[in-house]
């Protein structure tokens, strides 16, 4: 399985930015998804971004939750095994745990369950890191 390790995450007020990062090791299958979920106190996982591929270099797809879509980014970086996500404009109600996840994706019903951000897709997850926003 991949490695994942988070960091990034802290406090900021509302309205702020903040980058997070996961970097990866190990196999990654060539037709993947990779992903941020987050999970607040008492509610349940929700995917936030997805970036998913067929394994070109060139060739990627990008999707968000209708909550974050246009605040936020989620990108990768082949140079430094790294997926990112940059929060800009930050509300209190995206304060939670973000994890990355990763989904190898040779069955093509997990391809597409992953690219649904449905976390059951995910065979590797970070241990998360804690993003607080104040009012």
């Known amino acids: 399985q991949v490695q994942l390790v988070e960091s990034g995450g802290g406090s900021v007020q509302a309205g702020g930015s903040l980058r997070l990062s996961c970097t990866y090791s190990g196999n990654v299958y060539h037709r993947h998804c990779m992903a941020w979920f987050r999970q607040a106190p008492g509610k349940e996982r929700e995917g936030v971004a997805v970036?998913?591929?067929?394994?070109?270099?060139?060739?990627?797809?990008?999707d968000y939750i209708r909550a974050v879509e246009g605040r936020f980014t989620i990108s990768k970086d082949s140079e430094k095994n790294t997926l990112n996500l940059q929060m800009n404009r930050l509300k209190p109600e995206d304060t939670a745990m973000y994890f990355c996840?990763?989904?190898?994706?040779?069955?093509?019903?997990?391809?597409?369950?992953?690219?649904?951000?449905?976390?059951?897709?995910?065979?590797?997850w970070g241990q998360g890191t804690q993003v607080t926003v104040s009012s």
């Open positions: 996840a990763v989904a190898g994706a040779y069955d093509p019903e997990v391809f597409d369950r992953c690219r649904e951000l449905k976390g059951a897709a995910y065979d590797s």
């Open positions: 970036y998913w591929t067929y394994g070109s270099d060139g060739d990627y797809t990008r």
